[in-house]
């Protein structure tokens, strides 16, 4: 089984930045089965929408429009750790951001294609 653990969440200005981070926990075998990690997103009211997606082999990413040149994922695979680097970021970012790892292929957007769940870190943008 893999365990997700996310950091870095907490309360900033608009134009601010953060930095999360999602920590990969689980035995070697099943570690090794996961080849995209994903960060999400939750508002109060709205449905989980994804935000960024790395492949953890090859490193290519998909961005979901609202953030694409705002947010940058990547993954240090020593560490087994994914980051999403946050800047500009602005009131309608803000939400609970949960990190998430699918086995299989193809890279997928979608979070009902995602296996392992990390618990979320709460971003606040506001002034």
């Known amino acids: 089984q893999v365990r997700l653990v996310e950091s870095g969440g907490g309360s900033v200005q608009p134009g601010g930045s953060l930095r999360l981070s999602c920590a990969v926990f689980?035995?070697?075998?099943?570690?090794?089965?996961?080849?995209?990690m994903g960060w999400f997103r939750q508002a109060p009211g709205k449905e989980r929408e994804a935000v960024a997606v790395?492949?953890?082999?090859?490193?290519?990413?998909s961005y979901a429009d609202a953030v694409k040149g705002r947010f940058t994922i990547s993954r240090d695979n020593a560490k087994n750790t994914v980051y999403l680097q946050m800047n500009e970021l602005q009131p309608e970012d803000t939400a609970m951001y949960y990190c998430?790892?699918?086995?299989?292929?193809?890279?997928?957007?979608?979070?009902?294609?995602?296996?392992?769940w990390g618990q979320g870190t709460q971003v606040t943008v506001s002034s």
């Open positions: 689980g035995p070697t075998y099943s570690v090794d089965s996961v080849n995209y």
């Open positions: 790395v492949y953890i082999i090859g490193a290519s990413t």
């Open positions: 998430a790892a699918r086995r299989g292929y193809p890279l997928s957007m979608a979070p009902s294609d995602y296996h392992y």
